[in-house]
Every structure is written in C-alpha cells, then in structure tokens.
C-alpha cells in the first residue's frame, strides 16, 4: 500500500507539472502548445550526455535549450499564423520536426538508457526533485500572481483583447510565458529521464494526459493561482483513478 501511495504521489507531481505548462500556454499565449511533448523529450536526451558530467551543468543546460527552443517556436508563430488554429498546428509540426530531429541523430541507438541511482533517505533522489520543482512553480505563481504583474496576467487570462485595450503588452507576455513553459517541460524532461528508456515519441503520452488534466480543470473556469492549484487536485485524481484500474 505504501508504496502504491508514492506512486500515485510521484505520478500526481509530474502530471501536475506537464498540465500546470499546458494550461499557462493556452491561458496566457492562446493556443494548445503541442511541442511540449518534444521539448520533454529533448531535456530527457540532454540528461542522457550529461548526467555523468554534472547533474547540475546537464539541468542548466536542459532548462536553457528548452527555453530558447520555446523562443524559435514563438518567433515562427509570430512569421506564420497568430490564431489558435493555426498557432496549434505550428506547433504540432515544430514538435514533428524535433523529434525527426533527434530520430536522425540518434538512428543506431533508438531506445536509450540513462542509469543513476541516487537516493536520498530510501527516496528516488529524481522524484524529489519533481516535487521541489513542482513547489517551486506553485510558490513562483503565487508571488506573480499577488504582484502587479498578476493583475495583467489575470487580464490576459480573462480576455485578451481587453488586456491589449488597457494597455498590457500581450506580446511580450506571450514570448516569456511560451518560452519558460518550454524550459520548465524540458527540465521535466531531465528529471525523467532515469524513469524509462528514451525515443523521440517518450513525450506524447504525458501530454495527451496533462491536455486531458488542464481540459478537465478549466471547467471549473477558475483564474490566477486558484486555477493551478485544481490541476494538482484534478492531476492527483486521475493518478488514484490510473493505479486502481492498473492494480
């Protein structure tokens, strides 16, 4: 029982993660984001090079490739298309392309394997630092959202052209929020990677649960911080649900 408990736990803190991501893209760019799957992908592979060097190096490293990656993806949304529609769609071949991307470089080797077995009093040191992760971006939104910065975030959220008519530069919101989310999934990435073999595709399945998490929490039609915090709640549910249909 216990250790189904953790399991659950461990499951609820990475959901939560992949799904808090998703629904800042959507709430605060506008569109589903669906490289988010990929760019997981990409920190798991950063993991895989740098794990032995230096975890800390390999994090920094991961964190700041995603965001960049996250920045390209804006930039060629700004070139292409604006609307949902067409925002969704570019990312969705921004994540084909990046993972044909790794698929290439990595043909001799499909399914890789990143071994470390930290372990920090009985724990997975990797699923401790999920939760601080997690903790971290909980604390980090509740101090955005309590700043004057939050009162436009809550704006841009709530509707976006009246943000643009007082005067709030979605733009510049959209860019940061489009590419820390990025770095954040792909820092996920790299704390998973000791989890499961890595492919090119290791990213689909969370997302389509973390898209199903979000889905199901914006019915609430909660905003700022509130809206955030059901996702754990939602994301601890479908973990309960998930391990009693397995078990």
């Not at 799904?19 to 605060?28: E, G, M, P, T, Y």
């Not at 949902?84 to 570019?90: D, G, L, N, Q, V």
């Not at 943000?163 to 790299?190: P, W």
Request: proline content about 1%.
């Amino acid at each position: 029982m216990a250790l189904n408990f953790f399991s659950i736990l461990s499951s609820t803190i990475f959901l939560s993660i992949f799904a808090i991501v998703i629904s800042l893209n959507f709430r605060i760019s506008k569109f589903l984001n669906l490289s988010h799957g990929s760019i997981f992908a990409l920190g798991a592979y950063v993991a895989y090079y740098t794990i032995k060097s230096g975890i800390v190096m390999g994090m920094f490293l991961a964190a700041v490739l995603a965001f960049f990656t996250g920045v390209i993806l804006y930039l060629l949304i700004k070139k292409i298309g604006n609307g949902i529609f067409e925002a969704t769609i570019i990312s969705l071949g921004f994540a084909i392309g990046l993972e044909e991307i790794l698929r290439i470089a990595h043909g001799k080797g499909y399914y890789l394997i990143v071994e470390s077995n930290l372990m920090f009093a009985g724990i997975d040191f990797w699923e401790i630092m999920q939760g601080l992760m997690l903790l971290i971006i909980l604390i980090a939104l509740f101090v955005v959202y309590k700043s004057k910065t939050g009162i436009k975030l809550k704006f841009v959220e709530d509707d976006e052209f009246l943000a643009r008519i007082y005067g709030v530069d979605y733009e510049k919101f959209s860019l940061f929020c489009i590419a820390l989310t990025s770095s954040a999934i792909g820092l996920l990435g790299f704390l998973s990677s000791t989890s499961q073999a890595l492919y090119p595709g290791i990213g689909w399945m969370p997302l389509i649960a973390g898209i199903l998490i979000a889905a199901i929490t914006a019915l609430f039609r909660s905003i700022g911080l509130a809206h955030y915090t059901k996702i754990v709640l939602i994301a601890f549910v479908y973990s309960l649900i998930v391990s009693i249909f397995l078990s």
